[in-house]
């Protein structure tokens, strides 16, 4: 008898009838002998209503206030699932994130968990009943609610998984698994069935929205093996997991494309000690991420330092920039929006050699111009004109041949 | 400085411009100097939606997943009507039912208050904080959520006016406080001014649907003062309090009609002891409300027992009957549907006679016939059919001089 958490999202569990679908799921499971955890999201579009209610009363919510009413979608979808099982004589009980006793830290709206309890969920389960909880929420230590961030359902049920010890966890959403590409922009791009944490990690920063990247690093940390499927189909779906020997065979796992860019250029910066961390540490301390940095010795005593920052967090990059800009003296400031990232992730790149030159080569070939590039053990990334980027994922999913299946490449 | 509490039901926050309108009414009573707790009930509609989609599910959903569903719905106020107040710079705070400590036995969506704590209540009180208060919700001694049924959230309101030994609990509603009768039936109905705890409990019993029952007998325990008015319109409302000398001065405060009633009769019941308790207690067990009775002698050793139950309750109650009517060898059971109950309500009436002789006279004068009648200290009820109910109330109503000030009447 396996344990299993099984989490579902949001359009998983958007209406009525699909809250049926799920309970035919769940019962399925039940009955072939294993236990089962169950964590829900809201319905979907029911924390874009609250959201949308909260900024027509106010433009920035107090964040306190703003968790107890993002909080609530939860439990809508939590005791509407347990009646429906009940109903069905399936011994299942909803829990709140309290009730969960998932601790949290007190940054409201994008609280770290600081453990799980659990106890009421273990109680359950060696009661024989299936807890149904809600995902995306805890309590701090004042016992006030709050929540986990966008995609917190999923580090919900990872937390969970691990607290239980739990053989599997099980993400169902609306996609059949994680691919080798975005399947809307290559056609033949191929699902994979399973992927190392570090891949999928790498994967969920660049935007393959499949996992929250929180939820993965906590699924690393405690070894909780992830399997992504749709639940509105059935077969198999992809397995994240630590890194075994078989993956090193493949060299590229997947290529992924983020669009959401902008490239801030600092124009003759004087070329003096200190002056790069007075400007990223301005940045950093506002909570802007900032992705690849380059600097260049344009002049003898003057450089150029550009790097790229996600697209939305311009307007208040660009004013911090400006004040460092004039104070330490730099010539100018530019902005280029038109750019995208294009990135190869995969594990084999430790073991393979010659991944980032041919890479560049076939961008080269279809006249792509390079104009930033950074690497890690296990990725490849280059910012590109933004016009070209599904060209740029089409061209490198056929260089690297990831339509084939991954097992018989070498 | 006093210490108010303010409720406002469902239609006062069913909206966001509703919830700005009491939020300046809860600014500007705060700006008059007075410490204030706000309870709020959820957005009119709210709870009918989710019953609904629980209804879509289930039949008869499972009563402690209900209570989690339904209490969804003021965490969304509270936390709105919060986020509406800091956003003015006022200092005000939530809490959920569970926060407030509002503990309750185990009786899901009818739970009764064993306890109100209101520590974070009184710490926020102290902190010239504005606590904003979910009602209609508690948790149980296992830590669950339980709703107080109905109306719940004057319950809510008025225990916590205990709690807080505050000097006034001021509920607002749609309408601006209790009246003569139902100005819907009664165009020259007059608001009433003041009145007592017991008139009040007979009024809410009769249906005059302004305050909750069970927030009014818990009132009237802890002698918590009640404001009735509305968060509509300014002016003055109807104040419930205990019985004092001027209230006697008036015979009868008001006149209240119900025609959610239907009557049963077993025909030919052996005159035996034992057999009414049978019958009743069978009725009670099934936690119907049973309201008048009354036993004719037909023949010399069988006699007749008829009694009065909500209408809704008469499938059930039929049921039920005609088992035990079989059991005792009672002839017949009849059922007379068409029939309302039409009462005068008064403290006065302890010192003022003739008031039933009075009201049954008028009755007849207008060949309205009487079919049942019951009495108590402080009202005088009798059941009429249906199609006289408004005529009797206007009737009774222009009898009794209810148009005209209490304070003028002697």
Do not use: W
Request: glycine residues 8%.
């Amino acid at each position: 008898m396996s344990l299993y958490v099984q989490k579902f999202g949001g359009t998983s569990v958007g209406s009525v009838e699909r809250i049926h679908a799920v309970a035919d799921l769940i019962e399925r499971t039940a009955k072939e002998g294993h236990q089962l955890v169950v964590v829900l999201s809201a319905m979907s579009g029911e924390t874009d209503r609250l959201m949308r209610m909260a900024r027509e009363i106010c433009s920035i919510p107090d964040e306190r206030e703003l968790d107890l009413l993002l909080s609530s979608g939860e439990r809508v979808t939590i005791s509407l699932m347990a009646m429906t099982l009940r109903a069905r004589g399936i011994h299942a009980r909803s829990f709140t994130g309290r009730q969960v006793g998932i601790v949290t830290n007190n940054s409201h709206t994008k609280a770290r968990i600081s453990r799980v309890a659990a106890d009421r969920v273990k109680a359950a389960l060696s009661d024989g009943a299936i807890p149904i909880v809600a995902g995306f929420q805890g309590i701090n230590e004042l016992s006030d609610v709050t929540t986990l961030g966008r995609g917190g359902s999923d580090l919900t049920a990872v937390a969970l998984a691990a607290a239980l010890k739990a053989d599997r966890c099980v993400i169902y959403t609306d996609v059949d698994g994680v691919y080798t590409a975005d399947p809307n922009v290559v056609p033949n791009a191929r699902r994979l069935r399973t992927l190392s944490y570090e891949e999928m990690l790498e994967l969920a920063s660049l935007g393959a929205k499949v996992l929250q990247t929180r939820s993965v690093e906590f699924a690393a940390k405690h070894q909780v093996p992830i399997e992504v499927k749709s639940s509105f189909t059935e077969g198999q779906g992809t397995l994240v997991t630590r890194e075994h020997a078989d993956m090193e065979q493949v060299s590229v796992s997947g290529v992924a494309g983020d669009s959401n860019q902008a490239k801030v250029t600092v124009v003759g910066v004087p070329d003096s000690p200190g002056i790069a961390g007075e400007l990223f540490g301005s940045v950093a301390a506002a909570g802007i991420n900032v992705d690849m940095i380059i600097q260049n010795v344009s002049q003898e005593t003057l450089t150029d330092i550009s790097f790229t920052i996600p697209r939305a967090e311009l307007p208040q990059t660009l004013d911090l920039v400006k004040k460092v800009a004039s104070a330490i003296n730099a010539r100018d400031v530019a902005v280029k929006e038109d750019i995208a990232k294009v990135s190869l992730v995969g594990v084999g790149m430790r073991s393979h050699s010659g991944i980032a030159s041919r890479m560049f080569q076939a961008l080269s070939r279809e006249g792509i111009n390079i104009i930033m590039i950074s690497t890690s053990e296990i990725k490849v990334s280059c910012v590109i004109e933004e016009k070209y980027l599904e060209l740029a994922l089409r061209t490198l999913h056929h260089e690297f041949e990831l339509d084939k299946d991954s097992t018989t490449l070498k």
